[in-house]
């Protein structure tokens, strides 16, 4: 089923890896019971939304450091009936987060275009705020920061998936290896073959 969103869609540079981000979750939470998540940068909260749509057990928050996307995000719950299910933050990453909280797991579809590539985008992409484009000289500065905080929020054997650029698979692998301890490294292709989501667990 396909639903509108409000709003701008957060770090959403492709609907195939929107997808694949979400089946990547609802595989890792289908054996647990009231799985909790914890996803960075929520946008419009299509995520998020997807998420709880299909596994009405699980309990998310759901951060973003932009407010009025926060407030797209939780109409879009409303309008769909999955607002109890989600706590919505305003958070600059996990800034705002509960010292303490652990999650099953975390998922983010950070900012991962490098900074002087996004002139050259598409229209229907450079449409997106800057802040949910941007990552950094190489696209990868954003998700330094994530990889190497999210373990301490993570619960036993819980996991981190993230969205990455289709040529990026190598250097996140060995920040989830060396920046976040993180092990059992899985890539999950999008619908054109290419590596688009990235999962470890702690």
């Not at 694949?20 to 998540?37: D, M």
């Not at 995520?47 to 749509?53: G, M, N, P, Q």
């Not at 969205?163 to 490294?185: A, C, K, N, P, Y």
Request: proline share 5%.
């Amino acid at each position: 089923m396909v639903h509108a969103f409000k709003g701008h869609a957060g770090g959403a540079h492709t609907k195939a890896g929107h997808g694949t981000l979400v089946e990547a979750v609802l595989a890792e939470i289908r054996e647990r019971s009231s799985p909790s998540i914890l996803e960075i940068g929520t946008g419009s909260g299509a995520i998020a939304v997807a998420i709880a749509l299909e596994n009405r057990d699980a309990q998310i928050v759901a951060t973003d450091i932009d407010r009025l996307a926060l407030e797209a995000a939780r109409f879009n719950a409303e309008n769909l009936g999955v607002l109890a299910s989600i706590d919505f933050l305003a958070s600059d990453l996990f800034d705002a987060v509960r010292e303490g909280s652990k999650f099953d797991v975390v998922c983010c579809n950070p900012p991962y275009i490098p900074s002087d590539v996004i002139p050259t985008l598409e229209p229907e992409i450079n449409f997106e705020p800057r802040q949910a484009l941007d990552g950094g000289p190489d696209g990868l500065s954003v998700i330094r920061r994530l990889v190497s905080q999210a373990g301490s929020y993570l619960a036993d054997r819980g996991t981190l998936i993230i969205e990455i650029g289709s040529e990026q698979e190598m250097w996140v692998r060995e920040m989830f290896e060396t920046l976040g301890g993180l092990h059992d490294i899985r890539a999950f292709p999008d619908l054109s073959g290419k590596p688009r989501v990235v999962s470890g667990r702690v």
